[in-house]
């Protein structure tokens, strides 16, 4: 990324801006900035503005009933568990795999990036199938959990398992650039002056990695209550038990209950919008540390 | 390099990389090849009689043919766009900024449905555009709609960072040696962007390819016109078709496989050709 705070992000565009060299006519200018603005409004803003006025379109009323009714309170409380439990650990899972694959060399590093990222590349069906194929009445332990009466598909544990692999790689691609940027150097200064590892970790590699490490688990979080496709093919639907918040939407819009679909679709969006408020200031913190130590270590040099 | 792996300094090494070995197997790996396994049940023929009937052959066209013009549109989109919020000083820019992620963050089926609302017959597009006999909501043109709207990020967000690390005096030579704004865009900047470019147009593509939550409210879902494949494998679950959802899931996965190899390479070139320049 480009190095430096807010102002040298204007400073960037402007001096481009002031150079007879590198500006552009100011009638292309001008048409490039509408036509920006045009994609941006009609595929960004007016879908985004549509979920806020189809939720209010009946009123104050029927926006609060839909929210504090029954089923989509429980549909709430599921959507935070879910991600409750598929966020940690992903988590610890993707700060695991950094540290093994930004502090050491081993054969098939590469290979093992690549596979990191592959649920990201199967579509969201695939990764609720894959699990239906596993637990489900048919699959593979299906029989075995029949008989010991242990439900996972159209049951909870389904969902955490589809939500965990929809989530995976968030953390890991986050850290992993990160952490192999950042060189072994400090954590080795550490040891060798007689630190533990877990010490090591704590106190040198955490403070320098925190900034992504909550970058990714913003993210991932929002993706773990947004799910939507891999959830469903586990889900089975079953009101007040399985469903999420996103499914719970599909369900009230599929009844032609349209004002609480979306009452409950605004919330959702709401999530989406603090998400990006997040995701912008922790790049903004991120930028800022990377500057100051960059300061620091010419100021050292 | 070689000096840490004679004697390793930092500890942890065996722990981190068992583990997450163990998780990404017990996650990933092994759910994955169920989808293969299952498959083996079937012959051959059984496999190609699934895989290839008109209704399923079909969809691919609608998901692979839709999902490609979508990455194409993001492509040219996707560049002017982050050209304007890199080259150039507008109020609003910094909301604007961070909302192109919104595709990311904002769950798909909240998309799906807010898109429909919006090109539906009684809705603020919908109405415009249906007087000029523009069926958007319910068409294969919907489908379009909303696979453009999650893939718009990709490109913007590839593409942004090699603009940003681009030197001045790259653009200062070649306006010295005579280039016209034009010339130097064509001949000296878009070069440099391709790979990235690529890559985010890839990234487009493979996540439209896959996209469920957003289509199946504006696509109306009718056999052999507007269903597209995710969907298809969904029908034939709902169905108890296991083994024919299983099939259509392997055509999908090995194009998701070869397209994730063809991704990890172009971002490979991608980093090289930044080092370069």
């Not at chain 1, 029989?143 to 010991?148: F, Y």
């Not at chain 2, 089926?109 to 523009?134: D, F, K, M, R």
Request: net charge neutral; glycine share 8%; hydrophobic share 55%.
């Amino acid at each position: 990324m480009g190095a430096g705070v807010v102002s040298t992000w204007t400073i960037h565009a402007r001096r481009f801006e002031a150079n007879a060299a590198t500006r552009e006519p100011t009638w292309l200018k001008g048409v490039l900035i509408t036509i920006a603005l045009l994609f941006f409004g009609l595929f960004l803003l007016l879908p985004l503005a549509t979920v806020f006025a189809e939720a209010f379109r009946k009123g104050w009323a029927v926006y609060f009933a839909a929210l504090v009714e029954p089923d989509a309170r429980s549909a709430m409380m599921l959507t935070l568990l879910v991600a409750a439990i598929a966020v940690p650990l992903n988590l610890v899972f993707g700060v695991t795999a950094a540290w093994a694959i930004a502090k050491f060399n081993f054969r098939g590093k590469q290979l093992l990036t690549t596979l990191i990222d592959l649920p990201f590349s199967v579509s969201p069906v695939i990764a609720g199938l894959i699990y239906v194929l596993i637990f489900g009445a048919q699959g593979w332990f299906g029989p075995w959990l029949i008989e010991h009466d242990v439900q996972i598909i159209f049951a909870v544990p389904g969902l955490v398992l589809a939500t965990i692999f929809v989530t995976f790689p968030f953390v890991a691609r986050e850290l992993i650039p990160l952490m192999e940027a950042q060189g072994r150097e400090e954590e080795e200064a550490a040891i060798v002056l007689g630190a533990s590892g877990w010490k090591t970790f704590w106190y040198v590699t955490l403070p320098n990695i925190k900034w992504g490490l909550i970058y990714g688990v913003v993210l991932c979080n929002a993706r773990a209550m947004g799910e939507f496709g891999a959830v469903s093919v586990v889900s089975g639907h079953i009101r007040g038990r399985t469903n999420t918040l996103p499914l719970h939407v599909e369900i009230l819009y599929n009844e032609y209950q349209f004002a609480a679909a979306f009452a409950v679709a605004s919330l959702l969006a709401l999530l989406a919008l603090l998400t990006l408020v997040l995701k912008s200031f922790v790049e903004w913190q991120g930028r800022r540390s990377m500057h100051h130590s960059q300061e620091a270590s010419e100021v050292i040099s | 390099m070689s000096r840490s792996k004679t004697h390793r300094v930092l500890p942890g090494f065996p722990l981190t990389l068992g583990y997450t070995l163990v998780y990404l197997s017990l996650v990933v790996l092994i759910p994955l090849s169920a989808v293969f396994l299952k498959s083996m049940s079937l012959s051959l023929e059984e496999f190609w009689a699934i895989i290839s009937a008109p209704r399923v052959v079909s969809s691919y066209k609608i998901s692979f043919g839709i999902s490609l013009l979508a990455a194409a549109i993001n492509a040219v989109f996707g560049l002017i766009f982050a050209w304007v919020l890199v080259r150039y000083h507008f109020p609003g820019k910094r909301i604007i900024d961070a909302l192109v992620d919104l595709p990311f963050a904002l769950p798909t089926a909240v998309a799906g449905i807010a898109l429909t609302a919006l090109y539906a017959g009684n809705g603020w597009l919908g109405q415009w555009l249906e007087p000029l006999g523009l069926k958007v909501a319910f068409t294969p043109l919907g489908i379009l709609v909303a696979l453009t709207f999650i893939g718009l990020p990709f490109v913007v967000r590839t593409v942004q960072p090699v603009l940003e690390d681009l030197e001045m005096e790259l653009e200062e030579a070649a306006a010295s040696l005579g280039a016209d704004r034009g010339q130097t865009f064509w001949r000296v900047i878009l070069p440099v962007l391709t790979p990235a470019l690529l890559t985010g147009f890839a990234l487009a593509f493979a996540r439209a390819v896959g996209e469920y939550g957003s289509v199946i409210f504006i696509a109306g879902n009718v056999p052999m016109v507007s269903e597209i494949t995710p969907l298809l494998i969904i029908t034939k679950l709902e169905q108890y078709d296991y083994v024919g959802a299983t099939a259509i899931a392997v055509v999908m996965l090995v194009f998701s496989f070869i397209l994730l190899f063809l991704i990890n390479g172009l971002q490979i070139w991608a980093n090289r050709s930044r080092v370069r320049t």
